[in-house]
């Protein structure tokens, strides 16, 4: 087996953000929608476009650092 190199850098720790930050928005959206009868996810689904586009803008401008790979 190979050695898999594990980076530290403040780039790749944002990029792994991306997937958990996404299901936990959908969850939430779908949550409000439980709750609030007046909105559904289909009032509510551009926040989830927001959330990607600040995860993005956070890791193109973190540092890649010790960026190792």
Known sequence: MANRVVC???RCR???L???VI????GGLFLI???VPRWDFGDLWPVLLI???VIKLLEYS???AGHQG
Do not use: K
């Open 8 to 10: 530290d850098c403040g």
């Open 14 to 16: 944002t990029r792994g």
């Open 18 to 20: 991306l997937g958990p």
């Open 23 to 26: 299901l936990i928005t959908l």
């Open 33 to 35: 929608g439980e709750f």
């Open 51 to 53: 959330v990607i586009g």
């Open 62 to 64: 973190a540092s890649p």
